[in-house]
């Protein structure tokens, strides 16, 4: 659907990209290796940053410090062109704060559409961080590799889970240096983590439980807020982009997107890549076989203002024989969503959480997961590098592991992107062939909390849910006119 007031999305930098493309590969868009790209050492790469404010300017500077060269920025919101835009004060002050990195790097060219960047820059870019709103993560990432560059992208690696398989697939032909955007994944203790739990520090894991306070942003609401005059300084339709149109407001953009189905994926899609990241890398899993969610307040255009989750998994050679579990909580317990002042109305502290059964007595405050064998557990917080451990008398014997996972330079994930890019290691950990079936489990949990109180039977290999064939829209989207997949 698109704006009566701008009925046509642009389409002439797609025709440009595809172009510049099939002059490069000599062939259209589509599933290509580069040896070149795999082979390419690079001692002072050139960096283009999709996105450029918010969480796109910690991205960007810390590739830049990480020893990158930005060379291209990329937003939908031209900041020089801001002035005093309407709505809400909140969103005005995000959006006057973009205009900071324009300055820090003015000789940076600047594009609101990274399809003309990718088409004008050429062989001039390396490498890419993709630091936008989760509907673009798909197109922007395997353009830039169809397009010969490295990429970041910032976590939930994308929207859908047919966009995560395709990524994941994309890179290993590509032979692409990829890092997704979960930092927590380079710092040691989380490694020293797996390497213990994979050693059998706990025993046999049977469960796993994982918790947030967020959504921080308003969800569940069942109507659009006011539209509102797009200010000069955005491109509304490329904000929109494959995603379906809305009209604009100031309580949608810059911020409160995570709380729209069409263009975020709620707290789940914005945490889980962090807080079940540690769980996920230990038990070497690979894709769920069912999901189940119960929630509170979602709607067809919002995610839940709170939910708990549960997946399934078979067995691993970590797990106990029949599989093991993994469990999510998130949101304020009495949150509401008032209208009013379009927020989150919190009443009391308290927010989703394990029971006294799995936590005992440790403060789940104090924590975020905690993995659960038949020999004790494990709670741990990506924050900090104190884990609890809560075992019988088998730690005394237990023989502590050696170290197996390679250490990222600095526990820096944009240092370890630059070691793989530059071919100093092979691949930064949290590559898109890990973080991508990570984000798939992750994003099966979003359509069960679409679909509450029901237990959906997921085939990985076919990606489909069995017996639900009108879900697969939510496993595939259709895209915008304009917007074909590139793949």
């Not at 990329?74 to 205009?99: E, I, Q, T, W, Y």
């Not at 969610?293 to 067809?300: E, I, L, N, S």
């Amino acid at each position: 659907m698109t704006s009566p007031q701008n009925p046509k999305p642009s389409r002439v930098s797609r025709r440009t990209f595809h172009r510049a493309a099939a002059a490069t590969f000599g062939a259209a868009a589509g599933f290509h290796f580069f040896p070149a790209l795999a082979d390419k050492k690079l001692e002072k790469p050139t960096l283009a940053a999709i996105g450029a404010g918010g969480k796109g300017l910690s991205d960007i500077n810390g590739a830049a410090k990480a020893g990158f060269q930005v060379v291209s920025l990329v937003d939908v919101v031209d900041a020089r062109r801001l002035g005093n835009p309407p709505g809400d004060r909140k969103a005005v002050s995000r959006l006057k704060k973009l205009s900071g990195v324009r300055e820090q790097y003015d000789d940076a060219s600047f594009y609101r559409d990274y399809r003309e960047m990718l088409a004008d820059t050429g062989d001039k870019v390396d490498a890419v961080t993709v630091s936008t709103p989760d509907h673009h993560h798909f197109h922007a990432s395997a353009m830039a590799m169809l397009a010969g560059k490295h990429v970041y992208c910032q976590k939930p690696l994308t929207h859908g889970i047919w966009e995560a398989r395709m990524l994941s697939e994309l890179a290993a032909k590509t032979g692409a240096k990829t890092q997704m955007g979960n930092q927590a994944h380079a710092n040691d203790h989380m490694r020293r983590c797996v390497e213990l739990v994979r050693a059998g520090i706990v025993g046999k894991v049977r469960e796993i439980h994982a918790w947030t306070n967020r959504p921080i942003w308003p969800q569940g609401f069942a109507k659009p807020p006011e539209k509102e005059p797009v200010p000069d300084a955005i491109d509304w339709q490329q904000w929109c982009g494959p995603a379906p149109f809305v009209d604009y407001s100031s309580r949608i953009a810059p911020f409160a997107w995570r709380g729209w189905w069409d263009y975020g994926t709620g707290a789940l899609g914005d945490m889980a890549c962090h807080i079940m990241d540690m769980g996920f890398w230990a038990m070497d899993a690979k894709s769920a076989r069912s999901v189940r969610a119960t929630q509170a307040g979602a709607t067809d255009l919002s995610p839940p203002i709170n939910s708990v989750l549960k997946w399934e998994f078979d067995a691993t050679p970590y797990s106990a024989k029949d599989g093991f579990a993994f469990h999510w909580y998130d949101g304020y317990i009495d949150a509401k969503f008032d209208r009013q002042s379009w927020q989150l109305i919190k009443n009391g502290d308290e927010y989703n959480h394990p029971d006294k059964e799995v936590l005992g007595d440790v403060d789940f405050s104090r924590y975020g997961s905690v993995i659960i064998g038949d020999a004790g557990k494990l709670f741990f917080n990506r924050a900090r590098n104190n884990w609890v451990l809560e075992t019988g008398a088998s730690i005394d014997r237990f023989d502590w592991p050696d170290e197996s996972l390679p250490r990222a330079n600095q526990q820096n994930s944009y240092v370890e992107w630059m070691d793989a890019v530059t071919g100093n290691i092979d691949q930064a950990q949290s590559h898109f062939g890990h973080s991508g079936p990570m984000t798939e489990m992750i994003l099966l949990g979003v359509i069960a909390q679409r679909n509450p109180d029901e237990t959906l039977q997921w085939d990985s290999q076919s990606m489909t849910i069995r017996g639900r064939d009108d879900l697969s829209n939510l496993v595939r989207r259709d895209y915008r006119q304009g917007w074909e997949s590139p793949v």
